[in-house]
């Protein structure tokens, strides 16, 4: 139980271009969810937490108009790299919140030339 | 604020033990544990919610002193596919969830 699925698992981009990737929890239903950027030898740094239904709320330092977040259900979720330059090239995670424990994706490996 | 976890980095033989420690500077209520193999995204491995919690996961198993704001992950007879960066981390309001720096765990043959 608790699968949780993104795409696409590589992208590779020319600078300017956006880029979204999709989040999906497969056998069940949550409320919030998080997205997260790690960098190479480096710990999950939380970009965002998006609850449906609202806006999602962004960590200080990340920008919310370059990193779009579209939490359309309880079940799906999209972050678009706007603009995207070679520094967001990096290893995006999604994640989903239930009952306490939070389940991840297989993560998304940007790489913006 | 980050929870800090040591060693930074460990090296074992198959069936060797190891335990990885994760101390936080403010009042934790849970702690949970993950682990992530190289590339992939991190897998969940245990939460201990009460102080003094211990809990186990095959030979994997963690301790929780609430009043110390510490717990220990404990890793006993090692096999290979225990290698792994692990992360600790504690829930924040609105479950978000702050990773500790992780600890790079290889287990040789």
Redo the contacts between chains.
Sequence with gaps: GAV?SQHPSWVICKSGTSVKIECRSLDFQAT?M?WYRQFPK???M?MA?SNEGSKA?YEQGVEKDKFLINHASLTLSTLTVTSAHPEDSS?Y?C?W?LQ????????T?LLVL | QQPVQSPQAVILREGEDAVINCSSSKALYSVHWYRQKHGEAPVFLMILLKGGEQKGHEKISASFNEKKQQSSLYLTASQLSYSGTYFCGHLEQGGKLIFGQGTELSVKP
Excluded: A, D, K
């Design positions: 949780v919030t998080f480096q710990s999950l939380l937490t709320t290893f995670i994640s919140l306490e424990t939070q389940y991840f994706g297989p993560g490996r």
